[in-house]
Every structure is written in structure tokens, then in C-alpha cells.
T-cell receptor, first 117, second 114 residues
Framework: DADVTQTPRNRITKTGKRIMLECSQT?????MYWYRQDPGLGLRLIYY???????NKGEISDGYSVSRQAQAKFSLSLESAIPNQTALYFC????????????????FGDGTRLSIL | KQEVTQIPAALSVPEGENLVLNCSFT??????LQWFRQDPGKGLTSLLL???SQREQTSGRLNASLDKSSGRSTLYIAASQPGDSATYLC?????????????WGLGTSLAVNP
């Protein structure tokens, strides 16, 4: 089983619909992230969470919201989807740097391909 | 503006060649640099992470180096194989004021031909 699981893997929906993307992890990491990837723009950070009670906006949080339901679960919502939110969305996790004294690598799920018509 | 640039954007080589992928970053206040691999339809897999205090890291046929003074990192792949075909991304963790920000390159798409 994958350490970082994203559901759904693919989703096609219409403008104005509310969508939730879910991410769960079995790695026991405190830190979780949501990114979107667009051709020519690379990976951009939407939101991140360093623990269950900590939620932070990334560089492109407008139009998105998140919920950290538990250490292992971090969901991303599009309240009213619009076509320019069509992208590949990734969830990632990382261990806190405090346990080892240095920043640790991020571990990614396989992504959700979201198309908004 | 902090940026990470990867050159070339695409590379095609015959099997068995040794090759170098380049990553440059605009800020010397770097905490670490990571190299990832992305396969089509898949997420990113962390390959190597070099802390700012380190000069290089090795894993199997992969060797990554970091030169903070010149703002460059290279990923060296020895004896390339068709299974190495993927997109390789680098990401630099840079200081931004009192915070840290992970800046991503756009990747190098590698094709290793049998």
C-alpha cells in the first residue's frame, strides 16, 4: 500500500461545484502539504500544515480551503470550482526537522488529476 | 525574486551514457536542495537531499553536488538505463525573511533510448 494516498485519482466536474480532495498517510509524519502542478508553472504550494492545530496558506491559497482532520488526514476543498483550477494536485508529507535536526525530504502521493469544465 | 532554473528542459541520450542535469538557484541563503524524479501519472519520488553543510550525496548510480557560492547543483547519472527515463525536478529550500520557502524548478525531461 502507498504511504501517501490521494483520492480520487481523477475527477471531472463542472464550474461552480464544490469538490474535496482527500489525502491520508501512514508515514506518521507531522507535516502535510497540498500542491498543484501546471505545465510551464511547476509545483506551487496551496496550503501546508505542520501539525493538527497548525494550518498555513501557501503562495496560491485563494479559492481553496483545507482541513486537517487528524495527523494522518489532510483534505483540500474547492468551494466553487472554476476552470483555471484544472490541474494536477499533489499531497505531500514530511517528518518534522526537530526530530533529526535537519529538514527532511517530502514524500508525495500519486496525484489527483482534476478537470473543471 | 527567488528562482530555481533547470537546464536543459529536455534531454535524450542513448543507453549507457553518463549524464549531468543542472539546477541553479538565485539565493545563496540555502538550507538544502532536493532532487526528485517524476514518472508520468505518478507523484514525485525523493532521490537525494543535500544539506547546506554538505557538498554531495550519493545513492547508487546517482550523485548530487551542491555549490552554494555559485548557486548550482548537479545531478550526475552514471551508466544511464531506459528505466531512468522520467522528469527530474530540483527544489531549493531558501531563506525568505524569517521564514523558509521551498522553490521548485520546472524539471528536465529525460529520455534514455535503448
Amino acid at each position: 500500500d502507498a504511504d501517501v494516498t490521494q483520492t480520487p485519482r481523477n475527477r471531472i466536474t463542472k464550474t461552480g461545484k464544490r469538490i474535496m480532495l482527500e489525502c491520508s498517510q501512514t508515514k506518521g509524519h507531522d507535516r502535510m502539504y497540498w500542491y498543484r502542478q501546471d505545465p510551464g508553472l511547476g509545483l506551487r504550494l496551496i496550503y501546508y500544515s505542520f501539525d493538527v492545530k497548525d494550518i498555513n496558506k501557501g503562495e496560491i491559497s485563494d479559492g481553496y480551503s483545507v482541513s486537517r482532520q487528524a495527523q494522518a488526514k489532510f483534505s483540500l476543498s474547492l468551494e466553487s470550482a472554476i476552470p483555471n483550477q484544472t490541474a494536477l494536485y499533489f499531497c505531500a508529507t514530511s517528518e518534522s526537522p526537530y526530530s533529526r535536526g535537519t529538514e527532511q525530504p517530502q514524500h508525495f502521493g500519486d496525484g489527483t488529476r482534476l478537470s473543471i469544465l | 525574486k527567488q528562482e530555481v532554473t533547470q537546464i536543459p528542459a529536455a534531454l535524450s541520450v542513448p543507453e549507457g551514457e553518463n549524464l549531468v542535469l543542472n539546477c541553479s538557484f538565485t539565493d545563496s541563503a540555502i538550507y538544502n536542495l532536493q532532487w526528485f524524479r517524476q514518472d508520468p501519472g505518478k507523484g514525485l519520488t525523493s532521490l537525494l537531499l543535500i544539506q547546506s553543510s554538505q557538498r554531495e550525496q550519493t545513492s547508487g548510480r546517482l550523485n548530487a553536488s551542491l555549490d552554494k557560492s555559485s548557486g548550482r547543483s548537479t545531478l550526475y547519472i552514471a551508466a544511464s538505463q531506459p528505466g531512468d527515463s522520467a522528469t527530474y525536478l530540483c527544489a531549493a529550500l531558501l531563506r525568505t525573511g524569517n521564514n523558509r520557502k521551498l522553490i521548485w524548478g520546472l524539471g528536465t525531461s529525460l529520455a534514455v533510448n535503448p
